[in-house]
């Protein structure tokens, strides 16, 4: 049975050749192990502690008169604010509430940048209001929102439209004070007809609330430099001040007789004018 005898020799051959893959198993086992402990250590450094412990870096994209730190202290970000306290959506939302602001967006891109984009409120009429024991312009937005006053609005466009008759006496006005509800449409209107045509108040110097029943109300508009009124509906337009405009120009044409009003609120222009103490009617369309 000599042919059945395995020899020593050969037997630590082959211990020999099976332990070099192990060996090198377990190096690979052992380098794999270290692989992932290395990346998930910097995984969680990376997601979890550098943006509790790294300041965040904003940009602010702001306009005159609202800089940077106020925007960013309005905001609640503070220079040690970390990243993942930022809430962006409260962020937003104290910046909207602010009395200069019409709108924010604020953007968090990690893992520690912080963008804010902020839009301005624009003035589109003027109030005069009493403060302090004097008269003083406020500038309201289409919104009904008081975004300054006296020289606080220097870059408000001279143009724009006197309104009276919205403030009551009795109660203070400051920025970002709102007008009554009932006049909201009246100062979007007027906000859209300055988006089509700002020129048109060039030829308008006031526009007076006369109130009546249940909130409803009338405009009397006031031609620039002329004692003519223009009595129109509170949803006024640009092609009814334009209609308006043509009448008065008609009536200009009447000679010495100087019309005290003309009525447009029917769509057909009615015209009273006094002449030699006598009231005349004109219809005109």
């Known amino acids: 049975m000599l042919g059945d005898f395995i020899y020593s020799a050969d037997i630590g051959d082959a211990a020999v050749k099976y332990a070099a893959p192990r060996k090198f198993e377990k190096a690979a086992k052992r380098f794999l192990m270290l692989a992932v402990v290395f990346v998930t250590g910097g995984l969680i450094w990376i997601f979890c502690i550098s943006p ?42 104290r910046l909207s509430e602010y009395y200069l602001v019409e709108s924010a967006k604020v953007i968090k891109r990690f893992p520690d ?63 970002g004070t709102k007008i009554s509800a009932a006049y909201l449409p009246l100062f979007s209107r007027i906000g859209a007809i300055s988006d089509e045509d700002p ?19 009338d405009l009397v508009l006031y031609p620039v430099h002329d004692p003519i009124r223009l009595r129109m509906r509170s949803d006024i337009g640009k092609d009814s001040i334009y209609y308006a405009l043509l009448m008065f120009d008609v009536c200009r ?16 222009g009615v015209v009273s004018a006094v002449v030699n103490t006598r009231e005349a009617s004109y219809y005109g369309k």
């Open 199 to 217: 020129k048109i108040w060039q030829a308008i110097s006031e526009i007076g609330v006369v109130n009546k029943d249940n909130n409803l109300y």
């Open 253 to 268: 044409q009447f000679g010495d007789a100087v019309p005290a009003e003309i009525d447009v609120r029917s769509g057909v």
């Open 113 to 175: 940048r912080l963008s804010v984009f902020l839009e301005p409120r624009r003035a589109v009429a003027v109030v005069f209001a009493r403060i302090n024991g004097r008269m003083r312009p406020v500038y309201f937005d289409r919104y009904g929102v008081a975004i300054g006053m006296g020289n606080g609005a220097k870059e408000s466009p001279s143009w724009l439209p006197i309104v009276s008759g919205v403030l009551d006496s009795d109660k203070p006005v400051k920025p």
């Open 52 to 93: 509790c412990m790294v300041p965040v870096k904003a940009e602010v994209k702001s306009f005159p008169g609202f800089d940077r730190a106020e925007a960013l202290n309005i905001a609640g970000i503070g220079p040690a604010s970390a990243y993942i306290s930022v809430n962006a959506h409260e962020a937003e939302r």
